[in-house]
């Protein structure tokens, strides 16, 4: 009896100090890459507060947050390259990254640490079993069945006489990861119902040295099993006890009536966390709706679980613990280790292979030798290999089928080919000259459908003047395309970018502000019936979708101009806080209440406002309203400079671009054309050509792009494209008349971006948007336009809207 005592006693201490079997690897990567660092960048901006689901919660970005915890906790997995485990491999499948390398790195390493398939010495609580059968069913092999050895026969020998209480839980997780045969469903069945047995019925939880880790596994396991019997209430009684006893006012887990083992950790709270949302619990709300405790999940992210430097177990438990909290919240049901029962590592496969159709047509769009009537082909090509993978994929029975298809599918998009037009026949453009400047305007070149008539300035002679634009300063930080909308009207969300009625999945109808509908914009394109749309997640369902795009729909949610003054229109009133996070809450401020702001502070997807007093509040536009706005003192429209010795002259984009664009030209007495070019000469040696340069004074300068009240206004919608991301989309309103380039201009100061160009008229040609600036001669990178999805032959500044004209600017590479 002592010796079984002490068997058991000694099996939970080993179960509490592994708890699972990747744990043991605690190596961490060396520094970490630049991506890495734009991972946990994002993932540090989303640790917001949040008081609960209800639509007038202050913070939206707890979604975004896990989302990015994810993306964080797998780019410190991927940096572990060969030791990548099975643990690794199950967090990889779900989070939609695993490559074949790493599926392989896997897979050594179940073959060399697995006691039972390595010929070593079983472990007194089978952790090295469900570690290898989760891993290995992840990257899709048969665990029956591995290199001659039947690893989950093993385990059915093993749950006929469980070694401890651990190894219950452990064999029946093992077993539950998918149908395996009827000796396999025996044990399952006689496991559950020892689980059930072992319920404390006065407590509801499970005891042992560490009631909280293993109540969590016994939730995890049944989880696995709830189409047995008894299951259901217990999970039930489960639920409810866990809230009672352990739930801590922080978000995390605690034993109180445990002082040596039953304190609040990192993995008991993240052991928890998963085990509820796989019981179908929505841990990113309080629990039993106590809006003065903090979420589960809010806990986890508050703790930076998966930043480098953590355990290797650590993170790999955090980072499957976030990922079945957000396959709970996305409408997943049970354990997304119950593989065939969930279709969880199915549902990562269609995910894949809609971002790999979403990269191969982006590719084909901004081809610049490709003809509309080829792109039109080959991206009707992409949807119907889309269309036959995914049916396929909802098809599949198992993750190994799954993951198959999805690579076949990948295979199909990339050989898809896009034919080219045969190169126009050179022609010499005409040369005219005004004011002693010869210009040299090329109208039928490849580089056409640039933002101007041509690229940089080039000449095999010496004595030619050169006009090269030049960069200096540090690189511009890339914008994100991702923005948080509010719906200003009735809008329609749809399954695809194809708007029938077939596919419409949910009508948002139009709300006062403090009830209106906030959406994360994911991606802005057109779709086949030539509307431009957005690809959206609906930030309190988390629903995604497609819908119409543009100012009349929707707008901003969260004010970014330089408000000094707002009034509280929440009914519920808004907290002060003293940090910029939304935490150390300072005073509850109520509905009709008037703020002075000092600043609007950007914050990730949202921003806040730093007020008077130095506390923050929300920025969000459903529950405050700014009542006075400051007029910006910065202009970067063109003027002609002072004349300068050197010739050169330097456009300054708004202060928040980081970046300085500079323009030199050479004098020379000579003009000389040069075909396919620019070239700007000048007679004189003491004139400066016009260059942009940043204004300091407004009030002086004549803009032809704000229409008065008197004149003739059109609209026209901008969109802003790189690296096959919308950096930003709306619709403006300029004077009849205007250019194409006017309009660009009048966008780029309206959405605060970074616009460098040089020229006028005709010679416009844009430089650079936000830091993605145009490249040497004869590289072809730069920034090419289209209006209504056509290349016009012509500069942006020569080309004049029409009311409802569509802007596309594409950076080309």
Known sequence: ??????L???SIVLGISLIFFSGGNSSRADAASASRADVASAYNYGLTKVKGPGPNSEVYTVSDAVDSAISAGLAE????????DAWDATCLVFGDRITDSQAQYAYESILKNNDFLSGGSQGLNRISDVS???????????PTNVNGKNLVANIVKDANNPASDYSIVNDLEALSTGSYGQASENARTSLTKKLIGMQDQKTGLWNGLDKVDYTARAILALSMNTNQPGVADALNTAVKAVSNHFYQKNGGFADSSNTMYGAENAYNDV??????????????VPLKGKTDYIAPVQRALDQHLVSAGNRAMLIQQATWAFEQARFTRNGGKGSIFAFNQTDAAKHGEIVNIKDAAITKKRLIIIDPQATAAAKSDALNLVDKILVKYVRKLRADSTSSAAIADRAAGVKEFNNVTVSHAARATPVTPPTVTNNNVTVVNNPASSSSASSSSAATSTSSSSSVPIST????GKPVKKASHRSIVYALTTVKLYRSSNFTKSNLTKTYKKRARINRPMFLVISQQMNKQGHAIYRVKDMNSGKTGYTLSGSKYFAHAYYSAKVTRIKVINPKGINEYGKVNLTSKKRHVKKNASLSVRKVVNYGLSNRMQLTNGCYITANKKLILATKIKKSSQNTRPSTPTATTTGTSTSTPPTNSGSTATTTTTTSSKPTATTGTTTTTNNSPSATPTLPVALTNPVALTNPVTPSNDAKTITTTISIHADGATIASGS??????????????A???????????KGSGATTYVTGINGYNAGPAGTMTGWLYSVNGTEPGSSMGAYTLKDGDSISMTYNK
């Open 132 to 142: 290898a059968v989760n891993g290995l069913v992840a990257i899709g092999k048969d």
């Open 8 to 10: 058991y006693r000694f």
């Open 732 to 745: 403006i309103k300029v004077s009849s008349g205007a250019s194409a380039f006017d309009a660009l201009q």
């Open 747 to 757: 966008f780029a100061q309206q959405q605060g971006l970074a616009l460098t160009y």
């Open 1 to 6: 009896m002592k010796r079984k005592q002490f």
């Open 271 to 284: 052991t928890m966390t998963n085990a509820l949302a796989s019981a179908g619990v929505n841990v990113y």
């Open 469 to 472: 634009p030049t960069v200096s």
């Open 77 to 84: 997995i991927a940096q572990k390259g060969p030791k990548i």
